[in-house]
């Protein structure tokens, strides 16, 4: 099973932007040094929720620190950028990291985000189907034009001309939409302690009401994984650092997950069905 993280660097109250902002960095480090297979920042702007307003900016920063292990945009709200404006980043980031970018791409839901840009809130699906147009031409490396609804763009040649193409996937978070489909990659939040209870304790002070969390001891949580495996699900984006959680019970989550959950899905006579 692919494993990745997902990182959203919610600010509580006690910590600073930069304390923040250096502990996802450390949980990008222990993923690049553990064998996650991925890294997935997402895009918020102007609030405590999420610090990542600037994501090609910290996604570089991750790409700088590691050799391996792939970054994903999960996922860049393209309503709220100029897809030319955005190719050229996701060109760079693919070219700097070595070919390591996924792209993911959403509409964005925000009403106080899109009043800030001011892009209407009812725009978003509209914006997001032209600019992933856009962005499809732009990053095939070839000149191209546009005469659309909300950009216009004369004949140009996106640069640098990438050696590979990054993927590009498209976020969606109705269950109905993915009830066939198991070439996705699933989000999930992610608490694993030594018992059951003390995963169990740490995720409910946390206020969060997310039954398809998982949740509990090591043992627990592969059995969990197990059964998305038997279901064809086979990448997984673990939400470890939501809410409040101390960053002691975030990163036990990670060590937990890398240490004694990971090696066993990975062992090939332990997949279910083999």
Request: one cysteine or more; a negative charge.
């Amino acid at each position: 099973m692919d494993i990745g993280i997902f990182q959203l660097l919610p600010r509580p109250a006690s910590r600073s932007d930069r304390e923040v902002i250096a502990q996802g960095l450390r949980e990008a480090d222990f993923a690049e040094q553990h064998g996650f297979d991925s890294v997935w920042v997402t895009e918020h702007h102007l609030s405590d929720f999420g610090l990542i307003g600037a994501p090609s900016v910290y996604a570089t920063a991750v790409a700088a620190r590691t050799r391996r292990i792939r970054i994903g945009y999960g996922v860049a709200v393209v309503p709220l950028h100029h897809p030319l404006r955005l190719a050229e980043e996701i060109a760079w980031l693919q070219e700097l990291s070595g070919g390591r970018v996924l792209v993911g791409v959403g509409p964005g839901f925000s009403p106080f985000e899109f009043g800030a840009f001011g892009v209407p809130l009812e725009e978003r699906h509209a914006r997001l189907e032209e600019g992933l147009a856009i962005l499809k031409l732009a990053l095939s490396g070839e000149e191209f034009s546009y005469d659309g609804k909300f950009w216009q763009i004369p004949p140009v040649t996106l640069r640098p001309r990438m050696s590979s193409l990054p993927p590009l996937l498209r976020t969606s978070s109705a269950d109905r939409s993915l009830r066939n489909e198991t070439d996705c990659y699933l989000l999930r939040r992610i608490v694993i302690a030594p018992t059951d209870e003390q995963a169990f304790d740490a995720f409910r002070a946390t206020g969060t009401d997310d039954e398809k969390a998982l949740c509990g001891s090591p043992a627990t949580v592969i059995r969990q994984l197990r059964e998305l495996d038997s279901l064809g699900y086979q990448r997984l984006i673990g939400w470890f650092h939501f809410g409040d959680l101390p960053y002691d019970v975030v990163m036990r989550s990670m060590e937990l997950m890398a240490v004694e959950v990971m090696p066993e899905l990975r062992d090939p006579r332990l997949v279910v069905g083999s």
